[in-house]
T-cell receptor, first 112, second 112 residues
Framework: NAGVTQTPKFRILKIGQSMTLQCAQDMNHNYMYWYRQDPGMGLKLIYY???????DKGEVPNGYNVSRSTTEDFPLRLELAAPSQTSVYFC???????????FGPGTRLTVL | RKEVEQDPGPFNVPEGATVAFNCTYSNSASQSFFWYRQDCRKEPKLLMS?????NEDGRFTAQLNRASQYISLLIRDSKLSDSATYLCVVARSAGNNRKLIWGLGTSLAVNP
């Protein structure tokens, strides 16, 4: 099993550009999550999903959108990138909200 | 006041030392507790769950004190490979699901 995979590993965007961060898991987990982690700050939940077709906002959803058309994939969309979105983005999955979360390797995004 | 608080460190210890980290939480409705480990520029990974009676995994011991609302992690016989950031995570109910609250982490450097 590959576990949780994320692409790209690194990306530099200009202000106002858009992009999609990809996340996939092969563990048949229902729950998937997107976090951002800023230097010296804890993990902040952006969006999460409890199953295909169901998504919900986390603590810091503004500026992002998600979709969950399949169990495996949970892409995160940035529209109109801003410098404040410079961060490391982690995708995670779990079998339920009571199980361990498995994380992908992260995407390092810089917005200039 | 943050819902989950940790001493950021860094803790600098020699190989073979015993080191302990504490984490306090403010919400008495918190139900589950975890320690995750995050290596530099890597994703978080579950180190161990924390059970009410305390639990041990090799050189690692986790304790929970519900009355005082803190959890602890003890590392005995520290190895160079233990150098990492240790994240305290607290879970509580949020509607039909469970919400994880992440601490900012405690940095540990084990020196030769």
């Amino acid at each position: 099993n590959a576990g949780v995979t994320q692409t790209p590993k690194f990306r530099i965007l200009k202000i106002g550009q858009s992009m999609t961060l990809q996340c996939a898991q092969d563990m048949n987990h229902n729950y998937m999550y997107w976090y951002r982690q800023d230097p010296g700050m804890g993990l902040k939940l952006i969006y999460y999903s409890v199953g295909a077709g169901i998504t919900d906002k986390g603590e810091v959803p503004n500026g992002y959108n998600v979709s969950r058309s399949t169990t495996e994939d949970f892409p995160l969309r940035l529209e109109l990138a801003a410098p404040s979105q410079t961060s490391v983005y982690f995708c995670a999955s779990s079998g339920s909200s009571y199980n361990e979360q498995f994380f992908g390797p992260g995407t390092r995004l810089t917005v200039l | 006041r943050k819902e989950v608080e940790q001493d950021p460190g860094p803790f600098n210890v020699p190989e073979g030392a015993t080191v302990a980290f504490n984490c306090t939480y403010s919400n008495s409705a918190s139900q589950s507790f975890f320690w995750y480990r995050q290596d530099c520029r890597k994703e978080p990974k579950l180190l161990m769950s924390v059970y009410s009676s305390g639990n041990e995994d090799g050189r690692f011991t986790a304790q929970l004190n519900r009355a005082s609302q803190y959890i602890s992690l003890l590392i005995r016989d520290s190895k160079l490979s233990d150098s990492a950031t240790y994240l305290c995570v607290v879970a509580r109910s949020a509607g039909n699901n469970r919400k994880l609250i992440w601490g900012l982490g405690t940095s540990l450097a084990v020196n030769p």
